[in-house]
């Protein structure tokens, strides 16, 4: 058991080691498009991919034109459904973790645009309920969509 407690100490402090930004203990101070810099980290698409051009309903009924109303907004754009089980809640989950991680100036520069895959089942009121249990503490916009089978 002992054994087993040291390595799992050692690997967290390999992945503490691992993940350290070089010491320097400053906070983000605002959006940057650099996927290598500023308060969101990561790697990113060189030359960034196209933002999608779509239409669909708000859960308030009302239409919601992806590539306009997000154009220069930091946006997250999940595909998934209200009655999933597993990955759809844990990763809304996860999202609405690292928002309210953020400063609130940085937070309130998100958009999170959650777009039903469910036409049968998920329209406006299921959406808009589902979403407030992941958006609830942060302060980014979080929209959620759904539209009809053609």
């Given at each position: 058991m002992k054994k087993v407690l040291l390595?799992?100490?050692?690997?967290?402090?390999?992945?503490?080691?691992?993940?350290?930004?070089?010491?320097?203990?400053?906070?983000?101070?605002?959006?940057?498009?650099?996927?290598?810099?500023?308060?969101?980290?990561?790697?990113?698409?060189?030359?960034?991919?196209?933002?999608?051009?779509?239409t669909l309903l708000t859960d308030d009924n009302k239409p919601y034109s992806f590539a306009k109303q997000t154009d220069g907004k930091t946006t997250l754009l999940f595909f998934g459904y209200t009655r999933c089980p597993d990955i759809c809640p844990a990763t809304m989950a996860d999202i609405g973790v690292a928002l309210r991680g953020l400063p609130a100036s940085v937070s309130s520069k998100v958009t999170v645009v959650f777009v039903s895959t469910d036409v049968k089942h998920d329209i406006g009121p299921i959406i808009a309920r589902w979403l407030q249990s992941f958006s609830a503490g942060t302060h980014a916009t979080f929209v959620g969509l759904y539209g009809s089978q053609p």
């Open positions: 390595a799992g100490l050692a690997a967290l402090l390999l992945v503490a080691g691992c993940s350290s930004s070089g010491g320097s203990s400053s906070k983000p101070s605002g959006l940057n498009d650099n996927p290598g810099t500023g308060p969101y980290m990561g790697v990113g698409s060189i030359p960034p991919l196209p933002r999608p051009s779509f």
